[in-house]
C-alpha cells in the first residue's frame, strides 16, 4: 500500500514539473510574439535596425572585450599593455543609449537641430587654422535651381580661360607615354562661384551649366601632364542626368558611378580616382595668401565605408603631408565622412587611390583655383612617381636611344 502511495507521488511530482515547462514554454512564445508585435507596429524611425546593430558594435574595442573575457579568465587580462586603462563601461553604455558622445558635442545636439547631420564629420588631419566649427560642407541647392530653365548672366570672365601655361617648362623626366592614369569627374558638376555670377549674391545659389568645377579639371589635367602624368577628364553633367531621370540631388554620386565605373571598366590604366567639387563656406575659411600669390585652400574628404576606406586615406595623409611641407595652410586637412545621411563611399571603392578634393568655396576666383590646381598637381605627381618607382622607372621615351 505504501509503494503505491509513493508511485502516485512521484507521477504527481513529474507531472507537475512537466505542466511548468509547459507553461513556461507556451509563456516564452506568448513574450517573443509580444516584442516582435510591438517592434512591427513602431514607426520605422524609432525601429532596431542594421545600421544601429553596426553602430553598436564599432563602438566595443578590443580592450573591452579582453576586459569583459578577462573578469572571468584573468589570463585574458595578463596578455594587455600595463598601460592599457579599463574601458569605462558606463561611458559606453550611456553613449549607446542616447547615441550621445561626452568627448563630441556635436552629438548632443545632433537630434534637435535640423540639418546639424551636415555637420557629422570626422577631421582625421586638421589643417592649419582647421577645427569643427569650419569643417567643408555639402549642401544641396535649393530645388527651384535644380528645376529653373534659366541660368544666371556670367560676368568677369576674363580669368576663366588661365595662362594656359603649365607650371613646368621643357620635357619632364618621366612619363606615362600612351597611358591615362588619373581620372577626373565631377559629381556635383555645376557647382559654381559667386564672382562669375552676375547678380547672385546667395550662396545656395552659386550654380551654373557652363561655369563650374570642371574648369578646374581642365587645369588639373594641364599641371598633371606638364609633369608626364596622362590624366582624363570627364565632364558628364550628372545635373542633367538627374534630371531627365527625375532623381534628386542627393543621388548624384550613384549617378557619377555608372559614369566611373564605365570608365574604369575600359581603361584599365585609370586607377587615381579624383572626384572635384567646391565648398559651400565663405572667402575667410577657403582662401590663403603665400608668397604673394592668392590660393584657393583644399580640403580632401574620404568615405568612411567601404574595403579600400585605409587606403584611399593613406593617400590623402601623404599628399596632406606633401603640402603641409612645402605649402603650409593650404590644406584644411582630411576628414572622413559615414554613417546616416551621407553616402560613406563617394565611389572611392573602385580604387586605391580615390579621393574628393573641395576646391576653395563660393566666393574663390579661377585665379586662385587654378594657382591651387597647379599644386595639387606637383603634390599628386610626386606621389606617383615615388610609386612607380618601386616597381619600375618610367622613362622619356623621347629619351630613349
Given at each position: 500500500m505504501k509503494s503505491v502511495k509513493s508511485n502516485n507521488l512521484m507521477v504527481t511530482i513529474k507531472g507537475t514539473h512537466l505542466l511548468k515547462?509547459?507553461?513556461?514554454?507556451?509563456?516564452?512564445?506568448?513574450?517573443?510574439?509580444?516584442i516582435s508585435g510591438v517592434l512591427t507596429t513602431?514607426?520605422?524611425?524609432?525601429?532596431?535596425?542594421?545600421?544601429?546593430?553596426?553602430?553598436?558594435?564599432?563602438?566595443?574595442?578590443?580592450?573591452?572585450?579582453?576586459?569583459?573575457?578577462g573578469s572571468e579568465n584573468h589570463y585574458f587580462l595578463a596578455g594587455l599593455p600595463q598601460s592599457t586603462q579599463e574601458p569605462a563601461i558606463t561611458q559606453y553604455l550611456f553613449k549607446l543609449s542616447t547615441n550621445i558622445n561626452l568627448d563630441d558635442p556635436r552629438s548632443l545636439l545632433g537630434r534637435e537641430l535640423p540639418a546639424f547631420s551636415l555637420f557629422d564629420t570626422e577631421i582625421i588631419v586638421?589643417?592649419?587654422?582647421?577645427?569643427?566649427?569650419?569643417?567643408?560642407?555639402?549642401?544641396?541647392?535649393?530645388?527651384?535651381?535644380?528645376?529653373?530653365?534659366?541660368?544666371?548672366a556670367l560676368q568677369n570672365m576674363d580669368d576663366i580661360q588661365g595662362s594656359g601655361e603649365g607650371?613646368?617648362?621643357?620635357?619632364?623626366?618621366?612619363?606615362?607615354g600612351e597611358k591615362e592614369v588619373v581620372y577626373v569627374?565631377?559629381?556635383?558638376?555645376?557647382?559654381?562661384?559667386?564672382?562669375?555670377?552676375?547678380?547672385?549674391?546667395?550662396?545656395?545659389?552659386?550654380?551654373?551649366?557652363?561655369?563650374?568645377?570642371?574648369h578646374i579639371g581642365d587645369k588639373l589635367k594641364e599641371e598633371l601632364e606638364v609633369r608626364g602624368i596622362g590624366t582624363v577628364v570627364d565632364k558628364t553633367d550628372i545635373e542633367a542626368r538627374?534630371?531627365?531621370?527625375?532623381?534628386?540631388?542627393?543621388?548624384?554620386?550613384?549617378?557619377?558611378?555608372?559614369?566611373?565605373?564605365?570608365?574604369?571598366?575600359?581603361?584599365?590604366?585609370?586607377?587615381?580616382?579624383?572626384?572635384i567639387h567646391r565648398d559651400s563656406r565663405r572667402k575667410k575659411d577657403t582662401t590663403i595668401e603665400m608668397n604673394g600669390k592668392p590660393y584657393a585652400?583644399?580640403?580632401?574628404?574620404?568615405?568612411?565605408?567601404?574595403?579600400?576606406?585605409?587606403?584611399?586615406?593613406?593617400?590623402?595623409?601623404?599628399l596632406q603631408s606633401q603640402l603641409d611641407s612645402s605649402y603650409k595652410g593650404l590644406s584644411r586637412g582630411v576628414f572622413t565622412k559615414k554613417g546616416a545621411g551621407t553616402n560613406g563611399k563617394f565611389n572611392q571603392d573602385l580604387s586605391e587611390n580615390a579621393i574628393l578634393v573641395e576646391f576653395g568655396g563660393v566666393d574663390n576666383t579661377f585665379e586662385e583655383l587654378y594657382?591651387?590646381?597647379?599644386?595639387?598637381?606637383?603634390?599628386?605627381?610626386?606621389?606617383?612617381?615615388?610609386?612607380?618607382s618601386v616597381d619600375q622607372p618610367h622613362v622619356n621615351p623621347a629619351n630613349e636611344s
Open positions: 515547462g509547459i507553461i513556461t514554454f507556451v509563456c516564452f512564445l506568448i513574450l517573443i510574439f509580444s513602431l514607426d520605422p524611425k524609432y525601429r532596431p535596425a542594421s545600421e544601429s546593430v553596426k553602430s553598436a558594435a564599432t563602438n566595443i574595442t578590443g580592450d573591452m572585450l579582453y576586459n569583459l573575457i586638421a589643417g592649419e587654422g582647421t577645427d569643427y566649427t569650419n569643417m567643408p560642407i555639402e549642401s544641396a541647392p535649393p530645388l527651384e535651381i535644380l528645376q529653373a530653365e534659366k541660368e544666371a607650371g613646368n617648362n621643357g620635357t619632364p623626366p618621366n612619363t606615362t569627374y565631377f559629381s556635383h558638376n555645376r557647382e559654381s562661384f559667386l564672382p562669375y555670377l552676375k547678380g547672385v549674391t546667395n550662396p545656395n545659389h552659386a550654380y551654373h551649366s557652363k561655369v563650374n568645377v570642371t538627374l534630371k531627365e531621370k527625375g532623381l534628386t540631388f542627393a543621388r548624384s554620386y550613384q549617378e557619377s558611378r555608372t559614369v566611373v565605373e564605365a570608365a574604369v571598366t575600359q581603361n584599365r590604366d585609370l586607377t587615381y580616382l579624383i572626384d585652400k583644399l580640403a580632401f574628404v574620404i568615405g568612411g565605408e567601404h574595403a579600400n576606406y585605409e587606403k584611399n586615406l593613406a593617400f590623402a595623409n601623404e594657382n591651387s590646381a597647379e599644386v595639387l598637381a606637383e603634390v599628386i605627381s610626386n606621389y606617383y612617381w615615388q610609386a612607380e
